[in-house]
């Protein structure tokens, strides 16, 4: 049983369109995180937020944008994407003061198209 | 971040005790220790975390030693479902609002019957 809910598990899409994944949590943590995993490959960080802001970027191309509207969410949205970012795409989150303790979703799948 | 070396792939049998070595040469004096399980098509889960000597849990135990130089991850007497990919993770988020958790290729256990 996963507390990070990750939605939606599956999404196809074109190289023109524009979509978003969603991550929730309600455990009261302050920071969470974005990672992407190809078939076979540890985990890549992504994108890092501590208390609603944006901490750490490694260095993602812009059609990759996060957005952390408030404490329980997560959200990244794409746009104008290529086929080699079809990925498993993990969200996490951390309690402040055990960062190295993330809680994981189950991921979305991406396949683009 | 230190750079941590682990076995590719390592086989057991149900019952057995299995030990999963890590290297981490260049650790920092304010790194910390954390191991993580991931099965297919699943986010990672958070297995156990230590700095030094010997951490235990009802999971798994951490011997960690004196040169903190690499690090064992002992599963009691495994079973099938044992069967995934273990990483070791070494960075200082000790302390902190987040931690830049980067997971190296990580050790694919397979548990036989």
């Known amino acids: 049983d996963t507390e990070v809910t990750q939605t939606p598990k599956h999404l196809v899409m074109g190289m023109t369109n524009k979509k978003s994944l969603k991550c929730e949590q309600h455990?009261?943590?302050?920071?969470m995180y974005w990672y992407k995993q190809k078939a076979k490959k540890p985990p890549e960080l992504m994108f890092v937020y501590s208390y609603e802001k944006l901490s750490i970027n490694e260095s993602v191309p812009s059609r990759f944008s996060p957005e952390c509207p408030n404490s329980s969410l997560l959200n990244l949205h794409l746009h104008a994407l290529q086929p080699e970012d079809s990925a498993l795409y993990l969200c996490?989150?951390?309690?402040?003061?055990?960062?190295?303790?993330?809680?994981f979703g189950e991921g979305s799948r991406l396949t683009v198209l | 971040l230190a750079k941590t070396t682990q076995p590719i792939s390592m086989d057991s049998y149900e019952g057995q005790e299995v030990n999963i070595t890590c290297s981490h040469n260049n650790i920092a004096t304010n790194d910390y220790i954390t191991w993580y399980q991931q099965f297919p098509s699943q986010g990672p889960r958070f297995i156990i975390q230590g700095y030094k000597t010997k951490v235990t849990n009802e999971v798994a135990s951490l011997f960690i030693p004196a040169d903190r130089k690499s690090s064992t991850l002992s599963l009691p007497r495994v079973s099938l479902s044992d069967t995934a990919v273990y990483y070791c993770?070494?960075?200082?988020w000790g302390s902190g609002n987040t931690g830049k958790l980067i997971f190296g290729q990580g050790t694919t256990l397979q548990v036989k019957p």
């Open positions: 993770l070494v960075g200082d």
């Open positions: 996490a989150s951390s309690p402040i003061g055990r960062p190295g303790e993330l809680f």
């Open positions: 455990m009261g943590h302050r920071a």
